[in-house]
Structures are given as C-alpha cells and as structure tokens.
C-alpha cells in the first residue's frame, strides 16, 4: 500500500495568492459582462434595474459566492467530492454541477471559435462586414458603414446590413433550420480546434500551468476594456448611448420578468452553484482569508458589469447617430452584439481594423480563462472522484486530453449550416438559469439545515481568523433558497420555447430533447438521494442520519477541539470522581 501510495502525485496548491485571485476573477468575470449585463439593465428598467440586482447580490451572489469558496478550501476536494464528504445526501448537486459544466464547455469555446475567425479577418485590409462586395453578400446588403450614406425606415426594414450577411451567410453559412445540418464549415472547426489546443496547453499541468497563464489572460481584458471604454466615451453620440443604458424607468420594477433577469444574471456571472469556485477555491491552503477574497471578488465582478455597460452604450450610441435611427433599434445582446452590433460600430469608426483587433482579443481573453475555469473544474472533480487511478504521472495529461476530444466531437454538429440552432437548443436549456436556480435552492437548504450553517460559520471563522456577518447565516438558512425557489418556480410558470431569430420555431422533437438535456442535471439531486436512501443499510431512520452525516475526518476547528477536550476533561474528571469515591466506600 505505501509503494502504490508513493506513486501518487501530489494534489498540489496555488503558488501564491495572486494566482487564486486572478483565476477565480477571469472564471467570474466572462463575455456576460460584457454582452448581457449592459443590455439586461437598458431592457429592464435602466438605472432602477440595479436595485433587483443588488438584492440578489446580497440575497444570493455573495452567500453562495463565499459558501462555496468555503466549502472547496475547507475540504480540500473538487465538485464532487466536498458533497460526498460533507453531505452525501446531497452528493447529486455535485453531479448536476458537473453535467451543466460539461454542457456549458461545448457552448462556450464554440463562442472564442466565431471570436478567433472575426479577430483572423480584422487583420483584412477592407473588414469584409463593411462592405456589400464580397461573394456572400446579396441584392439586399446595405453597407451602413459607408459615407454619405442616406436611409429611411422603409429601407432599412427591406435591406440586410452587411455585417448581419457576413455573420450569417460567411460565419454561420446558416441553413434554413435544426432540420437542415448541411456540411461542416472547416474554417470554424480549425478555429475550434486552435482555441481547444490552446486551452489544452494551459490547464494540462493543473493549478502549476493554469496559475501562470492567468496572469495575462485575466488582467489583459481590462487593459483592452479601458481602451475601448476611452475610445467609445470620446465618439460623437456616446452621451445619448450612456444615457439610455441607465435612464432609470422605475415602472419596470413592478414587473417580476425584471427580476427573474436580475437573479439569473447574478448566478451566472458569480458562477455559483455548479462547483467552479468549490474547484478553484480547493488548492488553497487551509489559513487563507477566503471570506475576504470573496467580498473582493464579488465587487470586481458587478463593477465590471457596471463599466462595460458605458463601453458598449457609448459606441452603440454612435452608430444610432451615424444611422440616424434610435438607439433601441441597434441595441443588442450575446452573439448579436459580439459579432454583428459592435463590429458595425467599429467599421465605421477611423482606424476599424485596430478597433476590430482590440475587441476581438478582449472577447478571446474574457472567454478563455472562463473556459480553463471550466474544464479545471471536470478535471479535478474527477481526478478526486478517482484519485488511485487518476492522479499519477502522465495520467491527468492523458484524460485531458481524452476530454477535450470527446468535446471536439460533439461539436462537429455545431460548426455545421444548421450548428447555430443546435447551439441555441444547448444554451436555452441545457445551460439554462433554471436549473442553477434548481441546485442553488438544495445547495443552500443542504449546507444551511443538514450540515449546519452555524457550523459552517465556526469553520469560516477558524479558517480566516474573523466571523462573517452574521446576515450571511440568515441568507444561507432562509432568504437563499427562499429567493431563489421563487424565482424557479415563477421561471418555469413563464417558460416560452425558444425561437431563434425571432421567427425560426424549432420543431417538436427540438423541444423534447431541449427538455431532456435541462432535466438531465435537475433530476441528479432528487435522483441521487432517492438512489442512496434506498441502496443503503439499516433503518430508514438510520440510513437518512448516516446521509446527513459529514465525514468524521475533516478537519477540526479549534472551537471544535477545545469543545472535545472539555468532554474528555469532563468525562476524565467525572471516572476520577466515581472511583474516588468507590475507594472510599470500599475503605469504610
């Protein structure tokens, strides 16, 4: 046992806590704060939409942002594995976390592909979507990028901009619906495949590669941010832009849509609840302030969302101006404002392909440490789900690289003519709010009821060294999972299928798998538990207690152990005591 023992590599730790800050940062901050936050706050009310979103910053994000950082430094053990040791009964949210992880890989990297391919041609001396002379383009293409350009709705409404044609017929080579999956576009795939290898190259000696990489991937971003945030506030119309984003329309607020919105961006954007922070937070060592961490890493997250916002507006603000139409009609979010609004705007800017560049590699660098996030966090889940198998030498290389293969495969169907639907059914549903609402409501009820939240706040106190508000403890036990169950159920109450482009409606069979892949994390919690109380031994009594059980080897907090000492003191006392008094009794 102790030579197999010796073959084993070391589980290993961050090399400072720079590099524990700066990844869990770059797996936080992501493209949805750059492209959904903005245009959530302009649709939803503007400047009042930011009062449902600190509620559930305080109700939701920063409880289960620190929990979670918690439970990873804490145990020591990835996604899974926390559960199992510090409530098996709940081990499914694990599973679940895991599954949405998997599913969010293959939407995410299909995302840096598109990126990459936009970023090869913003090196073109003409940027191909500014201009209606290209191959792909038809009889409809109007380039509104071009000078003395003079156009009224009627035009506009029959006539395709050029960088909607570039996205669509060059990008995309989009079919006519899921139906038609046409032929793989290779230069996607190639694109795939180089954002794939360099992800591989960064993550496949663990935290000892990842916590280089991220000292440029995480911080690089801003730099990109600041310049186009500069650029954009300097442009004729940005002022008009800026003040659309957060115009406040405090009406919005009585209307519950606004903030289901507000709840689902927050657990996305915190990455909460699927295991992400649990993973990163566990190569910490015992003694780091991760209470303090999280509060830090919490703001730089929603303040980042905040000054995209002005990013993004001010250039969008521009081009309204230089259309000559209102803003609404340019705004938009996700792929629609990465990839047809934003580089619009740049072609018509001086200087576009410098632009163009900036942007793109902004997108790249956001997405990718969010994608090494990701794939970090299967890997080490199940390194430590299987770690006399796993973790020796050239084994972890060797699985990980089997990974993103397995990934690279079942994305061949999403680089096809009818990819961009398939894409669209895995980020409605699989990746859905929903169902992360679904695994923070057990998360939260799991560590705050079974395993104790008091006893969560001694192991956060003894970890760092100063007691968390107690408001947290509040949160965790009754305003988390209250919140977010109601948020679940109202999201499904209002549940519409999707529709792509506003006029594609998927077919039925779409819809059925769509629901299977969202119900295929969801029903793992129940599931797993249901599975576990009946496999079990013992009483129904007994086997629900043992479930509820953490193990008796984690570590003890030194309330813990002075509490133990006074039992045995106590108990050591009372037996000095009886026999005392036993020898006097045998003495008379």
Request: aromatic share 14%; with cysteine; net charge negative.
């Amino acid at each position: 046992m102790d030579r197999i023992e010796g073959q084993l590599e070391e589980r290993g730790y961050w090399g400072s806590k720079a590099e524990f800050l700066l990844a869990v940062a770059g797996n936080v901050v992501g493209l949805g704060n750059v492209w959904r936050f903005p245009y959530l706050c302009y649709k939803y009310g503007g400047g009042a939409f930011l009062i449902p979103y600190l509620v559930f910053v305080f109700t939701c994000g920063v409880p289960l942002f620190l929990l979670e950082t918690a439970m990873g430094q804490y145990t020591q053990e990835g996604g899974i594995t926390c559960w199992h040791r510090l409530c098996p009964l709940a081990e499914g949210i694990g599973y679940a976390g895991q599954l949405i992880i998997l599913y969010s890989c293959m939407c995410y990297i299909i995302i840096l592909a598109w990126a990459l391919f936009y970023l090869i041609f913003s090196f073109s001396s003409q940027l191909p979507w500014a201009s209606c002379d290209n191959s792909w383009n038809t009889d409809d293409c109007v380039n509104l990028a071009a000078k003395n350009l003079t156009l009224n709705q009627t035009m506009l409404n029959n006539s395709t901009p050029a960088a909607t044609e570039f996205w669509e017929r060059r990008v995309l080579s989009l079919s006519g619906g899921i139906e038609e999956i046409g032929k793989i576009n290779w230069e996607i795939l190639l694109c795939l495949i180089a954002v794939w290898i360099i992800c591989y190259f960064s993550i496949w000696k663990g935290v000892k590669s990842t916590g280089k990489v991220v000292y440029f991937t995480a911080t690089f971003p801003y730099v990109m941010l600041l310049v186009l945030l500069i650029r954009g506030l300097t442009l004729p119309g940005a002022l008009q832009g800026v003040v659309f984003y957060l115009y406040p329309e405090p009406a919005r607020l009585s209307d519950p849509q606004v903030w289901l919105e507000a709840g689902a961006q927050i657990l996305f954007s915190y990455s909460v609840s699927v295991g992400t922070l649990t993973v990163l937070a566990s190569y910490n060592k015992y003694n780091n302030n991760c209470y303090r961490d999280s509060l830090w890493l919490c703001l730089l997250n929603s303040c980042t969302s905040f000054v995209a916002g002005f990013a993004v507006f001010s250039v969008l603000g521009f081009m309204a101006q230089e259309q000559g139409v209102p803003i609404a009609q340019v705004a938009e979010s996700g792929p629609g404002l990465a990839f047809i609004a934003y580089p619009q705007a740049v072609a018509m800017m001086p200087l576009p392909q410098f632009w163009a560049v900036c942007f793109f590699i902004m997108i790249i660098l956001l997405g990718l440490d969010t994608q090494f996030a990701l794939v970090e966090a299967i890997m080490t889940s199940v390194m430590d789900l299987f770690p006399m198998i796993l973790r020796r030498a050239g084994r972890r290389e060797s699985f990980l690289l089997l990974l993103c293969l397995t990934c690279i495969l079942g994305q061949f169907i999403m680089v096809t003519e009818g990819g961009m639907y398939v894409f669209q059914l895995f980020d409605y549903y699989a990746c859905n709010g929903a169902c992360v609402l679904f695994l923070s409501v057990f998360e939260s009820l799991a560590m705050g009821w079974i395993f104790g939240a008091e006893r969560m706040f001694d192991i956060i106190e003894d970890m760092t060294k100063s007691r968390p508000n107690y408001m947290l403890m509040l949160c965790w036990k009754y305003l988390t999972p209250l919140v977010t169950l109601v948020s679940f159920v109202y999201s499904m109450m209002e549940y519409k299928p999707l529709t792509f482009n506003r006029w594609y409606v998927y077919p039925d069979w779409a819809y059925a798998l769509g629901w299977l892949l969202a119900l295929s994390s969801i029903l793992l919690v129940p599931g797993w538990a249901l599975g576990r109380l009946f496999a079990g031994k013992g009483s129904l009594k007994q086997r629900w207690r043992h479930l509820c059980s953490p193990d008796t080897e984690l570590p003890l907090t030194c309330k813990r152990r002075a509490e133990m000492k006074e039992t045995v003191f106590t108990t050591e006392m009372e037996n000095l005591f009886r026999t005392d008094t036993n020898e006097h009794e045998n003495g008379h």
